[in-house]
Nanobody
Framework: VQLQASGGGLAQAGGSLRLSCAASGRPFTNYAVGWFRQAPGKEREFVAAISWSGSSTAYADSVKGRFTISRDNAKDTCYLQMNSLKYDDTAVYYC?????????????????WGQGTLVTVSS
């Protein structure tokens, strides 16, 4: 499956952005999806994950209550709604997908990655 992340940009602290991850090439319904981010000088970290059906989700503690992951399998797209953005949310955000039943929260569990979209939050 090929993944295309989009929706990044510049936002003020307290603002919102919605990222999209569009899939192509394989039936998206078979794939669990995750969002990860990497800030300059830091390692890639888990942000959120969703099961193939959308019935199960998982979040990093740092974004819980502010970010919401969802998916529309009819559109082969996964979304990350980011509210109450903080300066520390500044990073390149990547979506990843892997055939699985549940949620996958580790980067090494994913073999399919998108190219990343930059989110910059101004303080």
């Amino acid at each position: 499956v090929q993944l295309q992340a989009s929706g990044g940009g510049l936002a003020q602290a307290g603002g919102s952005l919605r990222l999209s991850c569009a899939a192509s090439g394989r039936p998206f319904t078979n794939y669990a999806v995750g969002w990860f981010r990497q800030a300059p000088g830091k390692e890639r970290e888990f942000v959120a994950a969703i099961s193939w059906s959308g019935s199960s989700t998982a979040y990093a503690d740092s974004v819980k209550g502010r970010f919401t992951i969802s998916r529309d399998n009819a559109k082969d797209t996964c979304y990350l709604q980011m509210n109450s953005l903080k300066y520390d949310d500044t990073a390149v955000y990547y979506c990843a997908a892997q055939p699985a039943i549940g949620t996958l929260t580790l980067a090494r569990q994913y073999h399919n990655w998108g190219q990343g979209t930059l989110v910059t939050v101004s303080s």
